[in-house]
Nanobody, 125 residues
Framework: QVQLVESGGGLVQAGGSLRLSCAAS????????MGWFRQPPGKEREFVAA????????SYADSAKGRFTISRDNAKNLVSLQMNSLKPDDTAVYYC??????????????????WGQGTQVTVSS
């Protein structure tokens, strides 16, 4: 029902910045909480950031707080993750995810029902 496509990943030096984007299909984008998760090599998928339906509220993992900013443009069905001051520990595949329609914000991956294929972010030291 919903397709999510991430873009913007790449190789960056520590201290640098990247902006990830996620394009979503369908008419329900504005009624879905959107989130970003990441999966470092050899580790489980972990929460990074989430944003509510209209963008008025955001949530961040402690590791992302102060460095990452999630935003959305409901007119364009886009959600973005601006990543600044990147560290080698940020190296991971980053996934865009969508909650069910009109669900409350959750930080658990189990609360998200649609997932993109991921985009690789590699931060060199």
């Amino acid at each position: 029902q919903v397709q999510l496509v991430e873009s913007g990943g790449g190789l960056v030096q520590a201290g640098g910045s990247l902006r990830l984007s996620c394009a979503a299909s369908g008419r329900t984008f504005s009624t879905r909480v959107m989130g970003w998760f990441r999966q470092p090599p050899g580790k489980e998928r972990e929460f990074v950031a989430a944003i509510n339906w209209n963008g008025g509220s955001t949530s961040y993992a402690d590791s992302a707080k102060g460095r990452f900013t999630i935003s959305r443009d409901n007119a364009k069905n886009l959600v973005s993750l601006q990543m600044n001051s990147l560290k080698p520990d940020d190296t991971a595949v980053y996934y865009c995810a969508a909650e069910p329609v009109r669900a409350a914000v959750t930080l658990s991956a189990a609360g998200y029902v649609y997932w993109g294929q991921g985009t690789q972010v590699t931060v060199s030291s």
